[in-house]
């Protein structure tokens, strides 16, 4: 899928965007990290993710973490010519924390538990200036040194995205994606599987429900024309929700990966042990 608009002036054409790309419903795949070692971003923006989603309200990524991380992404998508975009999971839906992730460059917020379109709203506002109708704050410490000057073209140039992962936000998600200026919708499959009442975040007894709760979600992104995304614990599983109809997925975290190699790794050495 083309990811150039129309040649400007200079007769080079203009890249899109990663929220550009999102809101063109493009098939995109990230990584989601949880680690606070810009290092670790660095590596991964190398291997051609169209994104990668910093977890700071589960994983272990503060304000700086998050600021060294986008620095770390941008210098990894640079060596390797790729366009991987940083992206944050807020801790909760306040305009402090979200302008303070813009701020420091993500290209776009995932605003966790949103259960109303007054929900959606307020998220929306956090993450545009008043030149777009928001409430967001002046201060690009860091992302006006790509960005703006003008607060219109910073307005477009970041992504919304709100989870659906309650089920209340599941009762609510066509009001909640008819809200103006949500670019996607997001599920938090482990959460989401818990409010449909299961008994773990794998609960078979529930999956049918649980896969209706998705196509009900997917159904709702289509319609309004933004974006749909997903959590998942591994590529096949990205794919398979990418092929059912899902425009973005994300893939495990650094910390699942390097607990598994690490098992993996020690119990293939104790078994190769020569007594």
């Given at each position: 899928?083309?990811?150039?608009?129309?040649?400007?002036?200079?007769?080079?054409?203009?890249?899109?965007?990663?929220?550009?790309?999102?809101?063109?419903?493009?098939?995109?795949?990230?990584?989601?990290?949880?680690?606070?070692?810009?290092?670790?971003?660095?590596?991964?923006?190398?291997?051609?993710?169209?994104?990668?989603?910093?977890?700071?309200?589960?994983?272990?990524?503060?304000?700086?973490?998050?600021?060294?991380?986008?620095?770390?992404?941008?210098?990894?998508?640079?060596?390797?010519?790729?366009?991987?975009?940083?992206?944050?999971?807020?801790?909760?839906?306040?305009?402090?924390?979200?302008?303070?992730?813009?701020?420091?460059?993500?290209?776009?917020?995932?605003?966790?538990?949103?259960?109303?379109?007054?929900?959606?709203?307020?998220a929306v506002a956090a993450c545009r200036y008043p030149s777009g109708g928001g409430m967001r704050s002046y201060g690009p410490m860091?992302?006006?040194?790509?960005?703006?000057?003008?607060?219109?073209?910073?307005?477009?140039?970041?992504?919304?995205?709100?989870?659906?992962?309650?089920?209340?936000?599941?009762?609510?998600?066509?009001?909640?994606?008819?809200?103006?200026?949500?670019?996607?919708?997001?599920?938090?499959?482990?959460?989401?599987?818990?409010?449909?009442?299961?008994?773990?975040?794998?609960?078979?007894?529930?999956?049918?429900?649980?896969?209706?709760?998705?196509?009900?979600?997917?159904?709702?992104?289509?319609?309004?024309?933004?974006?749909?995304?997903?959590?998942?614990?591994?590529?096949?599983?990205?794919?398979?929700?990418?092929?059912?109809?899902?425009?973005?997925?994300?893939?495990?975290?650094?910390?699942?990966?390097?607990?598994?190699?690490?098992?993996?790794?020690?119990?293939?050495?104790?078994?190769?042990?020569?007594?």
């Amino acid at each position: 899928m083309s990811t150039t608009t129309s040649i400007p002036a200079s007769g080079h054409p203009k890249p899109l965007s990663f929220a550009e790309r999102l809101r063109a419903r493009e098939r995109m795949i990230g990584y989601w990290t949880q680690l606070p070692v810009p290092a670790v971003q660095e590596r991964i923006a190398r291997h051609g993710y169209d994104y990668v989603c910093f977890d700071a309200q589960h994983g272990f990524h503060d304000y700086h973490a998050v600021l060294n991380g986008m620095i770390g992404i941008e210098a990894g998508a640079a060596l390797a010519g790729s366009a991987c975009g940083g992206m944050v999971r807020v801790a909760e839906n306040s305009i402090a924390v979200i302008g303070q992730a813009l701020d420091a460059g993500a290209r776009g917020v995932i605003v966790p538990l949103i259960n109303t379109a007054e929900e959606a709203k307020a998220a929306v506002a956090a993450c545009r200036y008043p030149s777009g109708g928001g409430m967001r704050s002046y201060g690009p410490m860091r992302a006006g040194l790509r960005s703006g000057p003008e607060t219109a073209v910073m307005n477009v140039e970041v992504a919304c995205i709100v989870m659906i992962e309650t089920r209340q936000g599941l009762a609510n998600v066509e009001e909640i994606v008819a809200t103006p200026g949500i670019d996607g919708l997001y599920i938090g499959p482990m959460d989401l599987m818990l409010a449909l009442g299961g008994s773990t975040i794998n609960d078979p007894s529930k999956a049918e429900d649980f896969e209706g709760a998705l196509a009900r979600i997917l159904a709702a992104a289509k319609n309004a024309g933004v974006a749909a995304g997903i959590h998942t614990m591994a590529g096949d599983i990205a794919a398979k929700r990418l092929n059912q109809g899902f425009t973005f997925a994300s893939v495990s975290s650094d910390l699942n990966h390097l607990d598994k190699a690490a098992a993996e790794h020690l119990k293939t050495a104790r078994l190769a042990l020569v007594s």
